[in-house]
T-cell receptor, first 112, second 115 residues
């Protein structure tokens, strides 16, 4: 069993839809949680970062962490065609700066 | 600021050949790492380094060697290429000191095909 599980999709939604992306994990030592966005044939770029449990909002994006359930989510409101990309969750423990463990990535397509 | 630079962007090898993927960063990051990305598998850590002269294995190190002689460079060597090493390889780096998030900065990737 992988330490981090993410549904690879693909996920196709109409423009304006609310998108929910999720990851589960098994290592209770994980404390830093990130979402990366990767456009086709590009390297991943950090989209959202959350420390420990709670919510974080940035524009149309909201990241949630539920450490008791070992479950993290990324919500995208009013999705746009420019949001079409692969979204990867990533996480690490306190002591392992840089050593991120990634989920499989979910490919999202937002249709105009 | 170029960030993380990977070369080559594309490479085709025959089984048994060796090659080196180059990675350089100009952000004075202590930590550098190599990941491979395969469909349905996400990013898997191959090797990483926390500073010059220090390297360690990640999740999938077999068939790969690394060295870190300078802070800026972290080359990945394939000793005897196999078709199972066909993948997209990403180099990534981050600050260890003074970083709140440990955000990894990625290169554009190197696409390798082994025939």
């Amino acid at each position: 069993q992988k330490e981090v599980e993410q549904d690879p999709g693909p996920l196709s939604v109409p423009e304006g839809a609310i998108v929910s992306l999720n990851c589960t994990y098994s290592n209770s030592a994980f404390q830093y949680f990130m979402w990366y966005r990767q456009y086709s044939r590009k390297g991943p770029e950090l989209l959202m970062y959350t420390y420990s449990s709670g919510n974080k909002e940035d524009g149309r994006f909201t990241a949630q962490v539920d450490k008791s359930s070992k479950y993290i989510s990324l919500f995208i409101r009013d999705s746009q065609p420019s949001d079409s990309a692969t979204y990867l969750c990533a996480m690490r423990s306190r002591s392992n700066t840089g050593k991120l463990i990634f989920g499989q990535g979910t490919t999202l397509q937002v249709k105009p | 600021n170029a960030g993380v630079t990977q070369t080559p962007k594309f490479q085709v090898l025959k089984t048994g050949q060796s090659m080196t993927l180059q990675c350089a960063q100009d952000m004075n990051h202590e930590y550098m790492s190599w990941y491979r990305q395969d469909p349905g598998m996400g990013l898997r850590l191959i090797h990483y380094s926390v500073g010059a002269g220090i390297t360690d294995q990640g999740e999938v190190p077999n068939g790969y060697n690394v060295s870190r002689s300078t802070t800026e460079d972290f080359p990945l060597r394939l000793l005897s290429a196999a078709p199972s090493q066909t993948s997209v390889y990403f180099c990534a780096s981050t600050l260890l000191r003074g970083s709140n998030t440990g955000e990894l900065f990625f290169g554009e990737g190197s696409r390798l095909t082994v025939l």
